[in-house]
Nanobody, 115 residues
Framework: VQLQASGGGLVQAGGSLRLSCGVS????????MGWYRQAPGKQRELVAT???????NYADSVKGRFTISKDNAKSTVNLEISSLKPEDTALYYC??????????WGQGTQVTVSN
């Protein structure tokens, strides 16, 4: 199983990005998917999740600005992020929770927001 995240970059405050994570292997349809982030010196935190049934959940800090979605045909989970703030700067990780028991992680994609 491999998770490949992409789409990060350097943007100005107020800008937007679209992160994508492709999942190889046969776990996608049986996995809740999520995005987490870790800023320097801080613990990894949940950003957004989407269940196998399409139910979404967001951290309070990103509600209204971030949107998680998935494409079952492409085994891909996306994160649309807008109205970016400097405090959104972090390494963003894709997560797959297979059968809600086993966690798989991608390598992370860097998002840097400048003032």
């Amino acid at each position: 199983v491999q998770l490949q995240a992409s789409g990060g970059g350097l943007v100005q405050a107020g800008g937007s990005l679209r992160l994508s994570c492709g999942v190889s292997g046969s776990i996608f349809s049986l996995s809740d998917m999520g995005w987490y982030r870790q800023a320097p010196g801080k613990q990894r935190e949940l950003v957004a999740t989407i269940t196998t049934d399409g139910i979404t959940n967001y951290a309070d800090s990103v509600k209204g600005r971030f949107t998680i979605s998935k494409d079952n045909a492409k085994s891909t989970v996306n994160l649309e992020i807008s109205s970016l703030k400097p405090e959104d700067t972090a390494l963003y990780y894709c997560n797959a929770k297979f059968r809600r028991l086993v966690n798989y992680w991608g390598q992370g994609t860097q998002v840097t927001v400048s003032n």
